[in-house]
């Protein structure tokens, strides 16, 4: 339902901010200053022990100082209760007394709809509770208590058995006079290519799925079955449910939030329901999946800085480098993620069963911060015992940071880099350090790059000028009114062409545009490949990249390749054309890229030997500026990047034109 901007601006004006969250929170009354509508408390969006969350009667509007948070009486809500808008507004007009307007019709009629299937899925959960409790889960029952779950926590997170039968629920849900379209429509029955609908779940033992208002919106059920098709199996997509949205144990787990500080995503319900039996209720997973942006999402709803938990065997390792790249783009000042990686072989519901909560702490007390990840990745049981080694992890390095959005973060993750590479590095050059020998000098200033001596930190001349100038360049801004054509040429083949991904999906992931839009496009390109790697289509992805706001930057880039006549990089193209027309526009792409930190390097030694007065070193490295500038001038005023416009696409050379 829509309401007025007049109707909410009255409710709010009549309804003090600091009474709907006084419902929550405790003032702090030293902080806090009532006559002038001033309030102070602890944050109730994350633990924190001294007060930082602020809200004034005057503004109407709260703001947290520690996590970030702000907004006015509805969005409280919204936000910590898990209501509906049309919930909050309620709640704030019978705080002011005023009635509510007259509904839409349409829209309180598809909210009775709603509201009926979730009185359909607890008739369900019901049944499955009741189920365990008979004969017929007597072996589900078994596997539990072996599992070490009390009847407490069963009875907790409502565990149940569908019984092996095709008809049980149906027809027990029949007999309350619900529909068949209302089982259908909350997917606990399916048709599957025969005309009589039977039950979804048989001889599984039932987890049921809870929105963030604690209603049952789906199930989980885990096979009895050794030789079961599929072990875990859930809900379908439905009215109510949407997998990628969810997260299992989310509403208990945000409340623990207020007092443990942070939560812990964990992959499996058996792992989030042992970890609570364990006295660890802050903790969540994803429904079967790997982690979603909108599941992250709701992880930086509660905390700014989430611990995701993965077991410590290669399929977890991978698992948690997907999180990495999935949470990298979206890192903010004080918003990111830490990994806990458990010992090989273990899940933290055989830890905590077999050796107490105590280890488990201790996994969690070592918890690696997103960059010391990232470093430990691409570092781990590989050898850099040469240069072009040690290069080629620098260059992979400043791809992987340079997908990062906020600007200040990804300056900073830079400058990690550098440190950790100067650090790592450091011991195979000692020997060289004699007296006098400023190459490969590391901790007193030098450069790596040149083995010249490097004006100290926070110095504001020789390398600084040089900043300032490079300031004003592409390569440094990061942004164009458009892409250059080479990576308009890269990343509308990939765009145009995604099986690509599947064939060379690594190299791929790692090219680093200049150009600011591209690099969040490519953001999403990677986020779809990885979500959808079975299914990858263009129409999928073009429509993914348009609702994301790309629509525009897509027709600017076709503009550009059709101008260009590179057919290659079309839709129209065939696959084996687009596939060697990317191989070449990536050749050069990187060959551009490598001139270009060429050019950066041979500035900053211009500028250090001006600042010795080395007229001799300044001459020569004038020169070899000037034939670097000739080739980048070169590779830019190129009209064709690829050669040729694909024998098997039919395509001949001439004026690029729309097939309609």
Request: charged letters at 25%.
């Given at each position: 339902m829509?309401?007025?901007?007049s109707?909410?601006?009255e409710?709010?004006?009549?309804?003090?901010?600091?009474?709907v969250?006084?419902r929550?929170?405790?003032w702090?009354?030293?902080k806090?200053?009532?006559?002038?509508?001033?309030?102070w408390a602890?944050?109730?969006?994350?633990?924190?022990?001294s007060?930082?969350?602020?809200?004034?009667?005057r503004?109407?509007?709260?703001h947290?100082?520690?996590?970030?948070v702000?907004?006015d009486?509805?969005r409280?809500l919204t936000?910590l209760?898990?209501?509906?808008?049309?919930e909050?507004?309620?709640?704030?007009?019978?705080?002011?007394?005023?009635?509510?307007?007259?509904?839409?019709?349409q829209?309180?009629?598809?909210?009775?709809?709603?509201?009926?299937l979730?009185d359909?899925m607890e008739?369900?959960?019901?049944?499955?509770?009741?189920?365990?409790?008979?004969?017929?889960?007597?072996?589900?029952?078994?596997y539990?208590?072996?599992?070490?779950l009390?009847?407490?926590?069963?009875?907790?997170?409502?565990?149940?058995?569908?019984?092996?039968?095709?008809?049980a629920?149906?027809?027990?849900?029949?007999?309350k006079?619900?529909?068949?379209?209302?089982?259908?429509?909350?997917?606990?029955?399916?048709?599957?290519?025969?005309?009589?609908?039977y039950?979804?779940?048989?001889?599984r033992?039932?987890f049921?799925?809870?929105?963030?208002r604690?209603?049952?919106?789906?199930?989980g059920g885990r096979?009895?079955?050794?030789?079961?098709?599929?072990?875990?199996?859930?809900?379908?997509?439905?009215?109510?449910?949407?997998?990628?949205?969810?997260?299992?144990?989310?509403?208990?787990?945000r409340r623990?939030t207020q007092?443990s500080?942070?939560?812990i995503?964990v992959?499996g319900y058996?792992?989030?329901?042992?970890l609570?039996?364990?006295?660890v209720?802050?903790?969540?997973?994803?429904l079967?999946?790997?982690?979603?942006?909108?599941?992250?999402?709701?992880?930086?709803?509660?905390?700014?800085?989430?611990?995701?938990c993965?077991?410590g065997?290669?399929a977890?390792?991978?698992?948690?480098s997907?999180?990495?790249?999935?949470?990298l783009?979206?890192?903010?000042p004080?918003?990111?993620?830490s990994f806990?990686?458990?010992?090989?072989?273990?899940?933290p519901?055989?830890?905590?069963?077999h050796?107490?909560r105590?280890?488990?702490?201790?996994?969690?007390?070592?918890?690696?911060?997103?960059?010391?990840?990232?470093?430990?990745?691409e570092?781990?049981?590989?050898?850099?015992?040469?240069?072009?080694?040690?290069a080629?992890?620098?260059?992979?390095?400043?791809?992987?940071?340079?997908?990062?959005?906020d600007?200040s973060?990804r300056r900073?993750?830079?400058?990690?880099?550098?440190?950790?590479?100067?650090a790592?590095?450091?011991p195979?050059?000692q020997?060289?350090?004699a007296p006098?020998?400023?190459?490969?000098?590391?901790g007193?200033g030098?450069?790596a790059?040149n083995?010249?001596?490097?004006?100290?930190?926070?110095?504001?001349?020789?390398a600084g000028?040089?900043?300032?100038r490079l300031?004003?360049?592409g390569?440094?801004?990061?942004?164009?009114s458009?892409p250059?054509l080479?990576?308009?040429?890269?990343?509308?083949?990939i765009?145009?062409?995604p099986?690509?991904l599947l064939?060379?999906?690594?190299?791929?992931?790692?090219?680093d545009?200049?150009?600011?839009?591209?690099?969040?496009?490519?953001?999403q390109v990677?986020?779809?490949?990885?979500?959808?790697?079975?299914?990858?289509?263009r129409?999928?992805?073009?429509?993914?990249?348009?609702?994301?706001?790309?629509?525009?930057?897509?027709?600017?880039?076709?503009?550009?390749?059709?101008?260009?006549?590179?057919?290659?990089?079309t839709?129209?193209?065939?696959?084996?054309?687009?596939?060697?027309?990317?191989?070449q526009?990536?050749s050069?792409?990187k060959?551009?890229?490598?001139?270009r930190?060429?050019?950066?390097d041979?500035?900053?030694?211009?500028?250090?030997?001006?600042?010795e007065?080395d007229?001799?070193?300044?001459?020569q490295?004038?020169?070899?500026?000037?034939e670097?500038q000739?080739?980048?001038g070169?590779m830019?005023?190129?009209?064709?990047?690829?050669?040729g416009?694909?024998?098997?696409?039919g395509?001949?050379?001439?004026?690029?034109?729309s097939?309609?």
């Amino acid at each position: 339902m829509r309401f007025s901007n007049s109707f909410l601006d009255e409710i709010r004006d009549r309804v003090n901010i600091s009474d709907v969250i006084g419902r929550r929170v405790t003032w702090d009354r030293k902080k806090s200053n009532a006559s002038k509508g001033d309030y102070w408390a602890c944050c109730p969006f994350h633990g924190e022990k001294s007060p930082s969350f602020h809200c004034e009667d005057r503004k109407g509007r709260y703001h947290c100082f520690g996590c970030g948070v702000s907004g006015d009486h509805f969005r409280f809500l919204t936000d910590l209760d898990g209501m509906a808008f049309p919930e909050a507004v309620q709640q704030i007009a019978d705080m002011a007394g005023v009635v509510m307007p007259q509904p839409d019709v349409q829209a309180e009629r598809r909210e009775r709809e709603r509201a009926s299937l979730q009185d359909v899925m607890e008739m369900a959960t019901l049944f499955f509770q009741d189920q365990l409790q008979t004969s017929v889960g007597a072996r589900a029952r078994a596997y539990l208590r072996d599992r070490g779950l009390t009847g407490r926590t069963i009875e907790t997170f409502r565990l149940g058995f569908a019984p092996d039968s095709r008809n049980a629920l149906k027809e027990h849900l029949a007999s309350k006079g619900i529909a068949k379209e209302q089982m259908e429509a909350c997917g606990l029955v399916v048709h599957e290519n025969v005309p009589v609908s039977y039950d979804r779940f048989r001889d599984r033992i039932m987890f049921p799925i809870l929105s963030s208002r604690e209603k049952v919106i789906a199930f989980g059920g885990r096979a009895m079955a050794a030789d079961a098709l599929a072990k875990y199996l859930n809900s379908n997509e439905t009215e109510l449910f949407h997998k990628g949205n969810v997260l299992y144990n989310f509403a208990r787990a945000r409340r623990a939030t207020q007092t443990s500080g942070t939560v812990i995503a964990v992959e499996g319900y058996m792992d989030v329901i042992a970890l609570y039996q364990a006295g660890v209720e802050n903790a969540v997973a994803p429904l079967g999946t790997a982690l979603t942006e909108n599941q992250l999402d709701l992880l930086w709803k509660m905390t700014p800085q989430p611990v995701l938990c993965f077991d410590g065997d290669g399929a977890g390792i991978r698992a948690a480098s997907r999180a990495a790249d999935l949470a990298l783009p979206h890192i903010k000042p004080g918003r990111s993620v830490s990994f806990a990686l458990l010992p090989d072989g273990k899940d933290p519901d055989d830890l905590v069963r077999h050796e107490g909560r105590a280890p488990f702490d201790r996994v969690l007390a070592e918890a690696k911060p997103l960059a010391a990840m990232i470093w430990s990745r691409e570092t781990a049981s590989v050898s850099f015992d040469t240069p072009e080694k040690r290069a080629e992890l620098e260059n992979r390095l400043k791809q992987i940071v340079a997908v990062i959005g906020d600007e200040s973060v990804r300056r900073f993750y830079q400058q990690d880099i550098r440190e950790r590479l100067n650090a790592f590095f450091q011991p195979q050059f000692q020997r060289n350090n004699a007296p006098g020998n400023r190459n490969f000098e590391r901790g007193g200033g030098g450069n790596a790059r040149n083995g010249q001596k490097a004006p100290a930190r926070g110095s504001t001349t020789g390398a600084g000028s040089i900043s300032d100038r490079l300031s004003q360049s592409g390569l440094v801004k990061g942004h164009l009114s458009t892409p250059a054509l080479r990576e308009s040429v890269l990343a509308l083949t990939i765009v145009n062409h995604p099986q690509l991904l599947l064939e060379e999906y690594d190299e791929i992931a790692a090219i680093d545009y200049e150009n600011r839009d591209l690099q969040r496009l490519w953001s999403q390109v990677l986020t779809y490949a990885a979500e959808n790697a079975a299914e990858l289509s263009r129409e999928g992805l073009v429509s993914r990249l348009e609702v994301q706001g790309f629509d525009a930057l897509l027709k600017v880039m076709n503009q550009q390749i059709r101008n260009a006549r590179l057919w290659t990089a079309t839709e129209q193209a065939a696959p084996e054309d687009a596939r060697e027309g990317y191989t070449q526009s990536l050749s050069l792409h990187k060959r551009t890229k490598a001139l270009r930190w060429q050019k950066i390097d041979l500035e900053r030694e211009i500028a250090e030997a001006a600042e010795e007065g080395d007229g001799d070193r300044m001459v020569q490295l004038m020169r070899a500026l000037s034939e670097v500038q000739l080739e980048i001038g070169r590779m830019e005023n190129q009209e064709a990047i690829i050669d040729g416009f694909g024998v098997m696409s039919g395509r001949v050379k001439g004026a690029a034109y729309s097939r309609g």
